[in-house]
């Protein structure tokens, strides 16, 4: 069996290795998808639904960070259909989410033109600051749910296992099992989660208590 496959990239012949996303193809060719979840340090996990792109013959768009190129496939990665699908990953995303330190979701919503007051008056997700170790704070008021921290936090790296999802739909969230302070579990403070965090919901401490410094004082 070739150790390549062959795919049809936005109307171009693109070569890449057997076993390759779609994304993984594109960036070889030199096409940018944009991604929010997707972290080559971490498996990827297709939750953000960022990178979605046609696939000639599929019903639904698809994922291009957990799609496999396949011999003969035709992919396309712009379109009207895949804007409005990425515009509304950002509204729904820019509903419940401080976006303010996600640069990737930012540049994004520059570039697709994302109305982020469409959804606005939903539930936002204002979760208090978690301080409770000297290592680095928690402020999943900016999280976007990516899931790298806990991939991380598990078999992708660490195999600690101190974080994961918990609560469905929009409570769904990162937390530690049964909310216990991040000393009483199994968290080792490697740091690695702060290492991939793309949203500045996790920080080191110090960082933090600076930014806390530099804010306007309340009176002169
Ligand atoms: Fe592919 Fe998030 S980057 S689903």
Same mark, same amino acid.
């Given at each position: 069996m070739a150790d390549t496959v062959h795919i049809t990239l936005d109307g171009r012949s693109v070569e890449t290795t057997r076993g390759a996303t779609v994304l993984e193809a594109a960036r070889q060719a030199g096409t940018e998808i944009p991604t929010l979840? /997707?972290? +080559?340090r971490c498996a990827p996990n297709?939750?953000?639904?960022?990178c979605v792109v046609e696939a000639q013959g599929a019903r639904l768009l698809q994922a291009a960070c957990v799609t496999r190129a396949v011999e003969g496939m035709t992919i396309t990665t712009e379109g009207p259909r895949i804007t409005r699908a990425r515009k509304t990953v950002l509204e729904m995303l820019a509903a419940s989410t401080?976006?303010?330190?996600t640069p990737d979701a930012l540049a994004q919503i520059a570039e697709t033109?994302?109305?982020?007051?469409?959804?606005?008056?939903?539930?936002?997700?204002?979760p208090p600051v978690v301080a409770d170790n000297p290592m680095f704070v928690r402020? /999943?008021?900016?999280?976007?749910?990516?899931w790298r921290c806990v991939q991380v936090c598990a078999?992708?790296?660490? /195999?600690?296992?101190a974080i994961n999802f918990d609560g469905r739909?929009?409570?769904?969230r990162i937390a530690t099992f049964f909310d216990k302070p991040l000393p009483e579990t199994?968290?080792?403070?490697?740091?690695q989660c702060v290492g991939v965090? +793309?949203?500045?919901?996790?920080? +080191?401490l110090r960082a933090w208590e600076l930014e806390q410094d530099a804010s306007p004082a309340p009176c002169p």
């Open positions: 979840c /997707y972290d +080559p297709g939750l953000c639904r960022m401080d976006l303010s330190e033109g994302a109305d982020i007051t469409r959804f606005a008056g939903g539930r936002e997700r204002r402020d /999943y008021a900016k999280c976007i749910l990516c078999d992708d790296a660490q /195999y600690a296992f739909g929009f409570d769904t199994t968290c080792v403070f490697c740091g965090c +793309p949203s500045g919901a996790l920080k +080191p």
